[in-house]
């Protein structure tokens, strides 16, 4: 059959479904309303059922991409939310191509350990082939029974799309769990398909990043079928940063709206996820990248990691302190206060160090926590600022010599000592201003004789200079201090950057 006007009572489904076969295959026709409105001269039959049905899992397949598995049966939510769907044939519909949506989420997965295993097997295909089966299916039904789709983007990074925060977050620990040998979320609150790769894959773990679901940062899908939007580049950004984090241990960052959303839809359902504390999300504040600020969270589902809760108060009570620019006290004491509160839950470690002025020193958890302590006791009772910022830039030197350092307690510690050099510098100037001005009330005559000679001798005059220090009042250096702080507060912002 040439031409669909030859179309006749004898004429087979499959001789129609062969004529609509080849102009779909020349891409004539691409989306089911084209497909209805070039068989518009047919009339309705279960010929034409037939041959439309195929038809449009054709289509599907050359066109929709990232979708082209998608139906009512195997994707009630996503079928939903992303197609417009015939009202005379439920089966079939049209993909929202070139059109925003919001109620989906998008996360970016990346498998750690996939290249070293690839490198490993060498030249054994069959087990190369093996782990590409275990990606392909076993995957594919993970996210499948939590109404999520996925798709493998290259190698090893996979791309899922759920409607729902409960779904894909889900999903994406479901995914984890499967890469691990052991199993992380020792409970039936995932669902779990290994098919025998525990016998086959070394331990691996992923790299995730989470987003959606908010209002302003929809979803685009393409004419191909391909995601685009801010939704996507903001999931695939965490993940880049969830890998620059730990590339040997599972890192999941989501947004503030992820974690928002999970929370409120695990309670409707009861989830055990929630309802029996399986995972935990770890406030980290605010990043921003390419001009988007976002608030994170990172899931936490090992329960070698939930030890971190033990200091999640005092990072959240420093990242609330930084909001508002609380830096003539509040931020050095917090900082302090979390680095204690770290140091004290984590394991314990013991370094031997080898400094120009102490000679060999032994760094422990108390010889830390000591440290910082001292720096809180200079700044909060002796109020010598520029030595407690020294103490405090020691600590924080050591603090990054501890295996496996907690990535944002050491960026935030970074970040805020950054800040607080700087006004170090700005104070030392104000005091030095005052100590000028001052120099005739606190020294003697013979001691001021020796301050005018001493500014041409650098020695004497450090130690005069500091002399006269000391006798400036507790409370004249406080007020000076919180006066240096307020003159530059509009330079004190921290915000975390991530960048590509």
Not at 28 to 51: C, D, G, N, R
Not at 225 to 249: C, F
Not at 274 to 285: E, P, Q, S, T
Not at 399 to 405: A, D, H, K, R
Request: charged letters at 25%.
């Amino acid at each position: 059959m040439r031409d669909l006007k030859e179309y006749g009572e004898k004429t087979s489904a499959y001789e129609l479904f062969t004529h609509l076969y080849i102009r779909i295959v020349r891409h004539e026709i691409t989306t089911f309303s084209e497909l209805l409105q070039y068989t518009e001269s047919v009339p309705p039959s279960k010929k034409k059922e037939y041959a439309l049905r195929n038809a449009f899992i054709l289509i599907q397949k050359l066109n929709w991409g990232f979708f082209s598995d998608l139906s009512p049966d195997e994707y009630p939510k996503l079928w939903r939310e992303l197609i417009i769907q015939d009202r005379n044939y439920l089966f079939a519909g049209n993909l929202k191509q070139n059109m925003t949506i919001t109620n989906v989420y998008v996360s970016f997965i990346d498998i750690h350990g996939y290249t070293a295993f690839c490198i490993k097997s060498g030249n054994n295909t069959s087990m190369l082939q093996l782990l590409d089966e275990f990606i392909e299916k076993d995957i594919k039904k993970i996210s499948k029974e939590n109404h999520v789709i996925s798709r493998r983007a290259r190698g090893d990074e996979i791309i899922l799309v759920g409607t729902s925060a409960l779904d894909i977050v889900k999903a994406t620990i479901a995914i984890a769990d499967y890469f691990s040998r052991r199993r992380i979320i020792k409970s039936d609150a995932l669902v779990r398909d290994r098919s025998g790769r525990t016998v086959i894959l070394p331990d691996m773990s992923i790299s995730a990043g989470i987003a959606g679901g908010k209002k302003y940062t929809p979803l685009i899908i393409t004419s191909l079928g391909d995601l685009s939007g801010t939704v996507v580049n903001t999931a695939a950004r965490l993940q880049v940063q969830a890998n620059r984090i730990s590339s040997n241990s599972n890192r999941i960052l989501i947004t503030q709206h992820i974690s928002v959303n999970f929370i409120a839809e695990a309670k409707k359902t009861e989830d055990p996820l929630l309802k029996k504390n399986l995972i935990n999300f770890f406030y980290v504040g605010s990043v921003s990248f390419k001009g988007v600020n976002l608030t994170l969270f990172e899931i936490i589902i090992d329960p070698k990691e939930k030890f971190r809760m033990n200091y999640q108060n005092q990072m959240v009570r420093l990242i609330e302190s930084l909001k508002k620019k609380i830096w003539t006290d509040q931020v050095f004491i917090n900082l302090i206060d979390l680095i204690c509160q770290y140091v004290k839950h984590i394991h314990h470690f013991e370094i031997h160090l080898v400094e120009s002025v102490d000679g060999a020193i032994s760094l422990s958890n108390g010889t830390l926590i000591r440290l910082a302590q001292k720096a809180r006791d200079q700044y909060l009772n002796t109020k010598e600022y520029s030595q407690a910022i020294d103490t405090l830039e020691r600590t924080i030197e050591f603090l990054s010599q501890i295996p496996g350092i907690d990535y944002f307690v050491l960026i935030y510690a970074r970040n805020v000592l950054d800040k607080l050099l700087f006004l170090k510098e700005r104070y030392q100037q104000d005091l030095n201003t005052l100590i000028d001005k001052e120099a005739n009330q606190f020294f003697s005559p013979d001691e001021r004789k020796r301050f005018n000679e001493g500014k041409a001798q650098a020695a004497h005059f450090d130690t005069l200079h500091n002399k006269i220090a000391k006798r400036i009042p507790v409370e004249t250096r406080k007020i000076l201090w919180a006066k240096t702080v307020q003159t530059n507060r509009e330079d004190l912002s921290i915000n975390l950057y991530f960048e590509k």
